[in-house]
């Protein structure tokens, strides 16, 4: 793995992370373990991933054989938050390789802090059968108000 990134998605909750992508190739949040084995680097990539959040900032270790080094940068969003880690792991004097781009977004479903798209207007058709007044109302023409 020492020539990729793990992208490591951070988005809480009970769930454990999950990989969103490998390298410059996207996962469908595919478990860590599916990606790294059940080994000893999958216990130290967890360790290192919840380090990071806690944190938020770069962790950079050996494993205790002293044999691997885990490189784990924050992919912070835009409030600063902790997004996702980017997640190297390579022989102990090996340098980690150039990250691929990747951004952060957050989304308050809650307020609906949003802009609208206007429906676009539908053209004006006079229907058979149609009053003048609804026709003229359509159109913004106005008739006079009867006072009653």
């Known amino acids: 793995m020492s020539d990729r ?6 988005f809480g909750g009970d769930r454990p992370p999950s990989v969103i992508g490998v390298g410059a190739t996207p996962k469908r949040m595919v478990p860590l373990a599916t990606i790294l084995g059940r080994g000893r680097s999958l ?11 806690a944190a938020g900032s770069r962790e950079e270790f050996l494993t205790r054989d002293y044999q691997r080094r885990i490189v784990a940068d924050p992919l912070l969003s835009y409030r600063g938050d902790v997004h996702g880690v980017w997640t190297w792991v390579g022989r102990a004097d090996d340098e980690p390789p150039q990250r691929d781009p990747a951004g952060a977004w957050h989304f308050n479903l809650t307020t609906r802090h ?7 207007a539908r053209p004006l058709r006079r229907r058979a059968g149609a009053s003048a007044n609804r026709a003229g109302y359509r159109r913004g023409i106005h008739p006079p108000r009867s006072e009653h």
């Not at 216990?43 to 959040?53: G, L, M, N, S, T």
């Not at 949003?114 to 676009?120: A, D, K, L």
Request: net charge positive.
């Open 5 to 10: 990134w793990l992208l490591i998605e951070t």
């Open 43 to 53: 216990q130290a990539v967890e360790a290192a991933v919840a380090k990071v959040v």
């Open 114 to 120: 949003h802009r609208r798209q206007r429906r676009p």
